[in-house]
């Protein structure tokens, strides 16, 4: 069978080319028409009119066959050929001599290789016709085309996919959920290979697609999220318009149903249990309760409040943003002796209402919470609270100022007992009696020391006194007049010597420590002893002041410069108290305007002559004196300082340097001594006489005698020290006119020691005779180290006083 279909496709593909070929020669006799000259004829080249030429078309070939055979695409043939083979045809381009092949005689092309027209819809070659024994070309070159004839080999694909979409739950029917699209790689123009439609292959129950835009759309109303939150659709594609035998291809398209708030808030239970102390503070969470809600994010959202009367007074209720819980908190302070049973009535309410479900109900719920007061031992009560007491000053030691009360709240109501914390009344200024609760004074009140006294009262149970209680009572001690008033200040007034009578000298007020209820008021008058004063006058001004005027005319500063007048003032009491107080008056010198000049010889104001400028520039003068003698005596202090810590580290230098003990009798190589040998020549150095006296002999004896008896040092008339004293000279000359060192010098490598002093050397080396006078047993207390030195000039020495002997 399948042999049969084959032989019969190729029958019709040859049938389609004779076709071809048959329109081809009847275009080409249409176009060339008649009496066209013959192919070949050189004549007709050369003259250049138009020849005959090739008699062909466009050729087709179909895609993907899939026969044994080459396929015959077509022919080209030239109106030259008489079919003799004498002309060869050829071909080139796209394809030529791999995919078609050209029979040279007959000019047949056929197709080796399996088309696919979705990677290439045309071929352009170029065709030859030449002579096959002199190759000449026959016919110019031409150029044709062919074109790969579609047939639906290409099933509609979903590029765009995975497809995810999304629709809110409940929306009404045809509500578009989304667009898929489907492409096919079929030649759109010709045939229906190409024209897609789509449908739906699976979840056809709850949506629809668009044939021909593939629009999805649902197709129910009722879709809920709760119940189903996403749906695989199945989308198929197909061509040929959807007819029988077309190719197909389908995708999944995932559709999230989105929620809506179509669900109000509902609580598990109807009754909730809950318990606490009496005893808990204000602000305590009790419990926690939760409405459930179906829908998900902000519309789960709620709020919580309390509905009823009776559990608003007691409790709270806010809600956590984070867990959307009811916390249940405490508002008022419990007790359990009053109502052991609260009842509180907890709604639950959506905070975001969606209006369009409205009428699916109300979007709240209630429930009842149950709160359970436990009794607790707790501490007595004061009652009532008043904090305020008050207490006479006068009062004597032990009178009561007030009683506190305090109750055992509990059922057992025990006995209270009562203490002062003797922290706040250090000084024991009250007592309160334990059983009563009476607080009594301790000690003599004063209330210009202490007018107010804050204090701590305790109130425990008898038998457990772990329980306590603690109130604040504020004692007020209320005055008495028991200070006399006095003058303000100790005053001192001035008079002229030209006063003229009635002129006010001073304004005298007082100041009493008691503060009465109807305010102060004092009465002034001059002392008795000052009845017989006769140059002042003392005014009550009747506002708790007084006024002192002059009484005669002029003063006299050589005759009395101070008058001293005694002023007593009385207050209102009761009882009235009264003091005397003492104003001193000096008589000074004044000026024609009245301004005090002097009083007693010393200037009693300042000379208005300078002007507050000049002053202050004359302050600002001595104040840079003093810093600029301050600067200067910190500078000297400092260099001083400064020299004194060379001073120092050279002093250190110097005892670091002689500070060498040597090595000892054995130590030979300790010192260099040819560097002081140098200086002179010892072997002309004989004796004090100049001749070879005893310590010549003694030198050349014993060499090591010259551990201890080394040479005396004698200026010789024969040695020249002046290459030394030149060489001191310049240095001090250099120190000298260098200014940045300080002025000293140090000698630390010279054996030059000066001439003609008449103090003898103190060096220990002052042994050149060995009829040395010094004494160095002392060499015996200097301790181990010295041990040997010690021997060694003590038997020097006892060597002596046997030579002498």
């Not at 668009?210 to 809920?224: C, F, N, P, Y």
């Not at 005694?566 to 209102?572: C, E, F, G, R």
């Not at 030979?668 to 002081?676: I, K, P, Q, R, V």
Request: charged share 25%.
């Amino acid at each position: 069978m399948a042999k049969g279909l084959q032989g019969f496709s190729r029958t019709m593909l040859l049938l389609l080319c004779a076709i071809q070929e048959l329109g081809t020669w009847a275009t080409h006799t249409a176009v060339e028409g008649p009496g066209l000259g013959q192919p070949g004829d050189p004549a007709l080249l050369a003259g250049g009119r138009v020849k005959r030429g090739w008699v062909w078309n466009q050729f087709f070939v179909v895609e993907e066959y899939t026969g044994t055979e080459p396929l015959y695409v077509g022919k080209i043939h030239s109106d030259s050929d008489e079919g003799d083979g004498s002309i060869k045809y050829t071909i080139s381009g796209e394809g030529a001599g791999t995919i078609f092949l050209i029979d040279e005689i007959t000019g047949d092309i056929h197709a080796t290789e399996r088309l696919d027209r979705e990677q290439k819809t045309f071929y352009t070659l170029r065709a030859q016709a030449r002579d096959r024994q002199t190759d000449q070309l026959l016919e110019p070159e031409s150029e044709f085309i062919i074109k790969v004839q579609d047939i639906n080999d290409s099933e509609p694909r979903f590029l765009e996919g995975p497809y995810i979409g999304s629709v809110a739950e409940l929306s009404p029917v045809g509500t578009s959920v989304m667009q898929v699209m489907a492409s096919d790689a079929d030649d759109p123009t010709y045939g229906s290979s190409a024209r897609v439609v789509y449908s739906v292959l699976e979840g056809e129950q709850h949506f629809t697609v668009d044939s021909k835009t593939g629009v999805i759309r649902t197709a129910v109303a009722d879709l809920d999220r709760e119940t189903q939150d996403r749906y695989e659709v199945v989308i198929r594609a197909t061509d040929m318009a959807g007819q029988l035998g077309g190719l197909s291809g389908s995708t999944t398209v995932t559709i999230v149903v989105t929620d809506v708030n179509d669900n109000p808030p509902r609580f598990p239970q109807k009754m909730y249990q809950f318990s606490v102390v009496e005893t808990a503070p204000v602000g305590t969470a009790i419990g926690r309760v939760k409405a459930e809600d179906s829908d998900v994010g902000e519309n789960t959202d709620m709020t919580y409040q309390v509905k009823d009367e009776e559990g608003m007074e007691m409790f709270r209720v806010t809600t956590d943003s984070d867990t959307q819980e009811a916390v249940i908190m405490v508002q008022k302070p419990l007790d359990y002796e009053s109502k052991k049973v609260h009842t509180v009535v907890v709604e639950a309410l959506n905070k975001f209402v969606d209006p369009r479900f409205v009428d699916l109900g109300t979007f709240r719920d209630q429930t009842i919470v149950r709160v359970s007061v436990l009794d607790v031992d707790e501490p007595p009560e004061f009652r009532p609270p008043s904090n305020l007491m008050e207490v006479q000053e006068d009062a004597h030691v032990g009178s009561v100022v007030g009683v506190v009360t305090a109750l055992d709240p509990d059922t057992a109501n025990h006995p209270v007992r009562y203490a002062i914390d003797r922290s706040t009344d250090a000084e024991r200024i009250f007592d309160i009696d334990a059983n009563t609760g009476a607080i009594v004074t301790g000690k003599v009140l004063d209330r210009e020391t202490a007018g107010w006294h804050n204090i701590t009262v305790l109130a425990m149970e008898a038998d457990n006194h772990s329980q306590v209680s603690r109130a604040s009572l504020r004692i007020r001690i209320l005055d008495v007049n028991d200070n006399p008033p006095e003058l303000a200040t100790p005053y001192e007034a001035a008079v002229c010597e030209d006063a003229k009578p009635g002129q006010l000298i001073q304004t005298i007020s007082v100041v009493d420590r008691d503060e009465p209820q109807g305010g102060h008021r004092f009465y002034f008058t001059l002392a008795p002893e000052a009845t017989n004063n006769h140059h002042f006058s003392l005014l009550d001004i009747q506002d708790n002041t007084a006024a002192v005027h002059t009484q005669r005319m002029g003063f006299n500063r050589q005759e009395q410069d101070v008058y001293l007048l005694p002023i007593l003032v009385v207050d209102s009491g009761p009882p009235a108290l009264s003091s005397t107080g003492t104003l001193t008056i000096r008589v000074c010198g004044c000026d024609s305007d009245g301004a005090i000049q002097s009083c007693n010889s010393t200037a009693y104001i300042v000379s208005a002559t300078l002007s507050p400028g000049a002053l202050i520039a004359l302050l600002v003068c001595v104040l840079i004196l003093v810093v600029l003698v301050l600067l200067i005596l910190t500078l000297k202090r400092h260099h001083k300082s400064h020299l004194a810590a060379e001073d120092d580290e050279d002093m250190r230098d110097n005892v670091i340097k002689y500070n060498d003990e040597g090595g000892g009798e054995q130590d030979t190589e300790a010192y260099d001594m040819s560097a002081l040998r140098s200086l002179y020549d010892f072997s002309e150095i004989k004796g004090g006489d100049g001749g070879g006296g005893p310590g010549e002999g003694v030198l050349s004896r014993n060499p090591a005698s010259q551990l201890h008896s080394l040479p005396q040092w004698v200026q010789s008339p024969d040695l020249d020290f002046s290459v030394f004293r030149d060489y001191i000279c310049r240095k001090v000359q250099q120190a000298d006119e260098d200014l940045s060192v300080p002025p000293y010098d140090s000698f630390q490598t010279y054996a030059f020691e000066g001439s003609d002093s008449p103090v003898p050397s103190l060096s220990s080396i002052n042994t050149w005779s060995s009829g040395s006078e010094q004494d160095f047993s002392y060499l015996g207390g200097w301790g181990p180290r010295f041990r040997q030195l010690a021997a060694l000039y003590a038997g020097r020495r006892g060597e002596e006083d046997s030579e002498e002997s």
